[in-house]
């Protein structure tokens, strides 16, 4: 039988490397803290992700709500049906070009002066509005 001192027992204190009451006490709190952050961080992040894959099936294939040629309205629309809305705009709109300046007004049929307008490549930055760009870009 051995009579061992019970003041001669190793503490957590004592170990080479080990942890001391106080720094165990500290390392939970920090893991709770971190618990509190990482929740609501989460959180945020499948909301934001949700947003983001909402806006991308609403608006796949289509331009974005708000985006106007001239006087016409385009967003919301397909491309396709934005060019016929464009040819048909663009036809009639089209047909002479006036030059005023001064006493004198000078009116030349659009072909004349080599003017025309493309509605495809016009359509086809309508649908880049918002597409183009770095992700902070395109939320300006």
Not at 54 to 60: E, F, R, V
Not at 83 to 111: C, K, M
Request: glycine content about 12%; overall charge positive; proline content about 5%.
């Amino acid at each position: 039988m051995r009579l061992k001192n019970p003041r001669d027992r190793m503490s957590s204190r004592d170990v080479p490397g080990g942890l001391s009451d106080y720094t165990q006490r500290g390392a939970r709190k920090y893991g709770n803290s971190r618990q509190r952050v990482i929740g609501p961080v989460l959180v945020i992040c499948a909301i934001v992700s949700v947003l983001v894959a909402a806006n991308y099936w609403m608006n796949h294939s289509k331009i974005y709500p708000g985006v106007t040629v001239g006087d016409v309205a385009l967003g919301g629309k397909t491309p396709e049906e934005a060019r016929e809305v464009l040819d048909g705009r663009a036809g009639g709109a089209l047909r002479e070009v006036r030059l005023s300046g001064g006493p004198e007004e000078l009116t030349l049929p659009a072909e004349e002066a080599g003017v025309s307008f493309d509605a495809a490549s016009t359509v086809d930055r309508a649908y880049a509005v918002g597409r183009e760009g770095s992700v902070f870009e395109r939320l300006g």
